[in-house]
């Protein structure tokens, strides 16, 4: 396949595109600034603008672009951005794509652009599949807009998967980084209560299910990028303590979570989702680690 990938530098890009590579297909990447490498084409998604010629020969995009989530309060002007880069770049390939398929309607193509569990809001206890609904907190919004993007893309007759991703457990992963740094040095706890569900996927998995999907014809729509096995914060702190060699003793309260992180404190660290990946394990994908401490221990041996 010829295969067109945003945000390839990202943590999921960075792995992506030589996974892909490896099995033989051939990757374009579209970057926002000027290309240095003859496989990189100029888009600007800030401005709706693309070349759809780019996308004519390509039989797949994965859209993986946007601001990344940080653990920081939510100002005005990150929420735009948050939101913006993420609805301005999905939207933009969508019409591309939309484009190239009115020209010729007979060719398949796919779509799998990023999403994310946050969709769902605090579910709390309750098992969640794809088939549940929308949350109301500010992630949850921003993950519906995210998905209605692709909308034009669909509409034109492009296989659409929207890929809702968990808590990415790899090497370089921002939450390895921290915890790990913290759990080292023996401060780390349960964060809150420690009952909210932390939805999780290694980084291998997440890969493995971008490349199943690209040829898993009968798949469209959500699909939960998770681990099978999602945990608790407590069971997830215990089993990094575990990994470290380091205990799990010191707790955060959550009025400090609150005060320190604002909403990204209550919706991403407080609040969770126990979400399960039901399609994808219908469509038949087999996870590298579908455990916790596998996907851990391969993030840190490595790290």
């Given at each position: 396949?010829?295969?067109?990938?945003?945000?390839?530098?990202?943590?999921?890009?960075?792995?992506?595109?030589?996974?892909?590579?490896?099995?033989?297909?051939?990757?374009?990447?579209?970057?926002?600034?000027?290309?240095?490498?003859?496989d990189e084409h100029r888009?600007?998604?800030?401005?709706?603008?693309?070349?759809?010629?780019?996308?004519?020969d390509v039989d797949a995009?994965?859209?993986?672009?946007?601001?990344?989530?940080?653990?920081?309060?939510?100002?005005?002007?990150?929420?735009?951005?948050?939101?913006?880069?993420?609805?301005?770049?999905?939207?933009?390939?969508?019409?591309?794509?939309?484009?190239?398929?009115?020209?010729?309607?007979?060719?398949?193509?796919?779509?799998?652009?990023?999403?994310?569990?946050?969709?769902?809001?605090?579910?709390?206890?309750?098992?969640?599949?794809?088939?549940?609904?929308?949350?109301?907190?500010?992630?949850?919004?921003?993950?519906?807009?995210?998905?209605?993007?692709?909308?034009?893309?669909?509409?034109?007759?492009?296989?659409?998967?929207?890929?809702?991703?968990?808590?990415?457990?790899?090497?370089?992963?921002?939450?390895?980084?921290?915890?790990?740094?913290?759990?080292?040095?023996?401060?780390?706890?349960?964060?809150?209560?420690?009952?909210?569900?932390?939805?999780?996927?290694?980084?291998?998995?997440?890969?493995?299910?971008?490349?199943?999907?690209?040829?898993?014809?009968?798949?469209?729509?959500?699909?939960?990028?998770?681990g099978p096995d999602p945990?608790?914060?407590?069971?997830?702190?215990?089993?990094?303590?575990?990994?470290?060699?380091?205990?799990?003793?010191?707790?955060?309260?959550?009025?400090?979570?609150?005060?320190?992180?604002?909403?990204?404190?209550?919706?991403?660290?407080?609040?969770?989702?126990?979400?399960?990946?039901?399609?994808?394990?219908?469509?038949?994908?087999?996870?590298?680690?579908?455990?916790?401490?596998?996907?851990?221990?391969?993030?840190?041996?490595?790290?």
């Amino acid at each position: 396949m010829k295969i067109a990938v945003t945000g390839a530098s990202g943590l999921i890009g960075n792995a992506l595109v030589p996974a892909l590579r490896a099995d033989g297909h051939e990757v374009i990447r579209l970057v926002r600034r000027t290309p240095r490498t003859a496989d990189e084409h100029r888009w600007e998604p800030q401005h709706h603008s693309i070349d759809a010629t780019l996308l004519r020969d390509v039989d797949a995009v994965v859209n993986l672009a946007g601001t990344p989530i940080r653990p920081r309060p939510f100002t005005e002007g990150y929420r735009r951005d948050v939101l913006g880069s993420r609805v301005d770049s999905t939207r933009t390939l969508s019409e591309a794509l939309a484009t190239v398929a009115a020209e010729e309607p007979g060719r398949r193509r796919v779509l799998l652009s990023a999403s994310a569990v946050g969709y769902y809001g605090d579910t709390g206890d309750r098992v969640t599949d794809e088939q549940g609904p929308a949350g109301d907190d500010f992630l949850a919004r921003v993950c519906v807009q995210w998905e209605d993007a692709t909308r034009p893309a669909a509409d034109a007759g492009v296989r659409v998967a929207t890929l809702r991703t968990g808590l990415v457990i790899g090497r370089g992963a921002m939450l390895v980084r921290i915890l790990g740094t913290v759990f080292r040095a023996g401060l780390g706890g349960r964060m809150g209560s420690g009952r909210q569900y932390w939805p999780w996927i290694g980084l291998a998995d997440e890969v493995g299910a971008i490349r199943f999907l690209l040829t898993a014809d009968g798949v469209s729509g959500p699909v939960n990028l998770t681990g099978p096995d999602p945990v608790t914060n407590a069971d997830f702190v215990r089993d990094l303590a575990r990994a470290v060699h380091r205990p799990a003793v010191l707790p955060v309260p959550a009025p400090v979570i609150r005060l320190a992180l604002g909403e990204f404190g209550r919706s991403s660290v407080l609040a969770g989702q126990r979400a399960v990946p039901a399609k994808l394990q219908a469509a038949g994908y087999r996870f590298t680690h579908p455990d916790l401490p596998a996907a851990l221990r391969d993030a840190l041996a490595r790290g």
